[in-house]
Antibody, heavy 121, light 107 residues
């Protein structure tokens, strides 16, 4: 059974940093690209970032490029999102997702339950 | 940015009725790169349809997708009680954007 368990969400001040983690199990982790997708309270969904199965290639939404860094440790089946220079508009539930393939351009076929990031003074 | 606009915003229907949800893109989308998700309150989204018309694993055949170019649809042939939820379309080409969602509520 595919399982994705996010952690690291917290209350942080504007300009601060946070690192999210996602522990994956139930599938061959390095065979799949992974993504982070966020959802603001009561609002819709926004794709944030993706990384290829090997970790060699990364992709970012314009809204986070230069501030967020996605990475993965395939030896530990773990996905990360380093978030710097956080803004109020980054407040959201952050979901770790498995992409339906090893490279970009695939839908999200499994989702974690999410971790909440709140940016506020 | 390819903007996806879903309509209607809310669909009020009774169990057993059929539902047709629309997703219109501001630029043409390759049929390989269009998906639909279902989200229930307090839950993460779930992949229903990918590549416009392919059902994801475990999705019942009352869900079907179609369309091409800039106009896509999700059809639910007969609504079951568990189908009342919010539905999102997404294109996952070079950039990935979601529509704003259609809520299917019980009439």
């Amino acid at each position: 059974e595919v399982q994705l368990l996010e952690s690291g969400g917290d209350l942080v001040q504007p300009g601060g940093s946070l690192r999210l983690s996602c522990a994956a199990s139930g599938f061959t982790f390095n065979n799949y690209a992974m993504s982070w997708v966020r959802q603001t309270p009561g609002q819709g969904l926004e794709w944030v970032s993706a990384i290829s199965g090997s970790g060699a290639t990364t992709y970012y939404a314009d809204s986070v490029r230069g501030r967020f860094t996605i990475s993965r440790d395939n030896s530990k089946n773990t996905l990360f999102l380093q978030m710097n220079s956080l803004r109020a508009e980054d407040t959201a539930q952050y979901y770790c997702t498995r992409d339906r393939g090893s490279i970009n351009k695939n839908p999200h076929d499994f989702w974690g339950q999410g971790t909440l990031v709140t940016v506020s003074s | 940015e390819n903007v996806l606009t879903q309509s209607p915003g809310t669909l009020s229907l009774s169990p057993g009725e059929g539902a047709t949800l629309s997703c219109r893109a501001s630029q043409s989308v390759g049929s390989t790169y269009l998906a639909w998700y279902q989200q229930k309150p307090g839950q993460a989204p779930r992949l229903l349809i990918y590549s416009t018309s392919n059902r994801a694993t475990g999705i019942p055949d009352r869900f079907s997708g179609g369309g091409s170019g800039t106009d896509f649809t999700l059809t639910i042939s007969r609504l079951e009680p568990e189908d009342f939820a919010v539905y999102y379309c997404q294109h996952y080409d070079n950039s990935r954007t979601f529509g704003q969602g259609t809520k299917v509520e019980i009439k």
